[in-house]
């Protein structure tokens, strides 16, 4: 396991995750970043210090400075204006009526912390939480977002100082909430889950109102489901199936300049019709065309339209050459420096920056199905490699794996992601290559699924 301490690198987490909404309604609660090489364990390495605030430069984001009070920030330090050099350069949001995600980029690292307001009768002001990033401005285009999901009202983004960008989520209500950083671009990820209210959303079925790049045909369900559990509450209902990368991000290159994300969206569109054809269960893409999706995106995709499993499909690279074979991750601590390599490189970023995840992901993972997704994965990892086998000589069986990886982080239903065959490897970049090879692994990556399925009885 990567050490903690290497963690407290930059960063600054405020990570106090999963605060009930009832609790801590003190004001402003803050945790912020300190870095500290005598990290403890557990959150109380973050000290908590009461932030007061300055004047209100931002209409946007006014009314939050009331609960704090002019002149100072964190503790006795004078505020003195740096130069503001980061960019907050998009803010957006997904969401449904029990789940929204709130993102927050920026064109480089920042310190951040965050606090929470009760509501102010006084001001007709609503529940806040709101984020404070020091030493950033917001680039112009970047707008406050209504949301009227139940949980957020609006997302609200601005200067509130001349040297800190304030966002704002006006609160409908909400049960709980988490903020954690992801990196390169650095961008801040805010969560909110409600109450669960599964079958109204449904109802209300979400997914149709999904942008128009994602892929939502869905089959006849009354046709071919020779899955069991059909029509069943709390079965599976929709799948997400996610090829990984696409659009500027190729993806691991493999030899004659093969591509990762054309392989893998062959992959999952066999996958995806195989699943319609053959069952009556709903499936949906992230993507199903050669475009760009950030790993947050997928994730919220998938929470958004309310899947009952998430399958992200990808193909292992290694700097050694002869690695070969398949392997299935679900998300937990990498256990070994590789499978923390796997995950930085699926994550388009650097090992330490792996590491800074890792010690975040305990708070993060209050709730996460990883029984499941453990049996999911195995499941998969069986039939993948079983069917394969069947096919192919010399199909390595490198087994189920765990490691932090972003496109898995906050999905709320079973989670895996499926590593193929290795690119870099010229035999296995061969058996990519070839429609059967593609056709049998989305034909092993289904038995695998459906095993899953006859297992929940
Ligand atoms: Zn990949």
Not at 39 to 55: F, Q
Not at 179 to 196: A, M
Not at 199 to 204: A, G, T, V
Not at 285 to 298: A, G, K
Request: net charge positive.
């Amino acid at each position: 396991m990567v050490s903690r301490t290497v963690l407290c690198a930059l960063i600054l987490l405020s990570c106090s995750f999963f605060l009930p909404c009832c609790a801590g309604a003190d004001e402003t609660s803050v945790t912020t970043y300190v870095v500290s090489p005598e990290r403890k364990e557990g959150s109380t390495l973050l000290s908590k210090v009461r932030v007061k605030g300055a004047d209100r430069r931002s209409s946007s984001v006014s009314g939050e400075g009331k609960a704090e009070g002019p002149g100072r920030v964190l503790g006795d330090a004078p505020v003195v204006p740096s130069f503001p050099s980061a960019l907050v350069t998009e803010m957006r949001s997904w969401s449904n009526p029990d789940y929204s995600r709130v993102s927050v980029t920026l064109d480089r690292e920042v310190k951040f912390s965050y606090h929470k307001l009760r509501r102010d009768h006084t001001v007709h002001l609503p529940e806040r939480v709101y984020i404070d990033i020091s030493g950033a401005r917001v680039a112009p285009g970047v707008k406050d977002i209504p949301i009227g999901d139940g949980l957020l009202k609006m997302a609200r983004v601005g200067q509130f100082r001349p040297d800190v960008v304030r966002v704002v989520l006006d609160i409908e209500s909400i049960k709980e909430y988490k903020i954690f950083p992801l990196s390169d671009p650095f961008r801040i990820i805010i969560d909110v889950r409600g109450e669960r209210r599964t079958e109204i959303s449904r109802l209300e079925e979400s997914i149709q109102s999904l942008d128009t790049e994602l892929d939502m045909r869905k089959e006849p369900s009354e046709e071919n489901n020779v899955l069991p559990g059909k029509g069943k509450p709390g079965k599976v209902r929709r799948i997400v199936i996610d090829a990984g990368h696409g659009g500027h991000d190729p993806g691991a290159v493999g030899p004659g300049g093969m591509r990762e994300k054309d392989i893998v969206l062959e992959i999952a569109k066999k996958l995806a019709r195989k699943i319609r054809g053959e069952t009556g269960i709903d499936v949906v893409m992230t993507r199903s065309t050669d475009i760009f999706l950030p790993l947050e995106e997928r994730t919220a995709i998938a929470n958004k339209v309310n899947a009952d499993l998430f399958v992200s499909i990808h193909a292992n690279a290694s700097l050694n050459k002869a690695a070969a074979g398949i392997e299935t991750y679900y998300l937990n601590l990498a256990k070994t420096d590789k499978a923390a390599r796997v995950a930085a490189r699926e994550n388009n970023t650097s090992l330490e920056k792996v590491g800074l995840l890792q010690s975040i992901l305990f708070d993060l993972m209050a709730n996460y199905k990883i029984n499941d997704s453990a049996r999911l994965a195995d499941d998969v990892q069986k039939s993948l490699c079983d069917r394969l086998s069947k096919k192919y000589a010399g199909i390595r069986n490198l087994g189920v794996k765990q490691g932090p990886f972003y496109v898995l982080v906050g999905a709320t239903m079973p989670s895996i992601l499926v590593e193929t065959a290795f690119i870099s490897n010229e035999h296995d970049a061969a058996l990519l290559e070839s429609q059967e090879y593609q056709d049998a692994a989305a034909s092993g990556i289904l038995a695998g699924i459906r095993n899953y399925i006859k297992g929940l009885h």
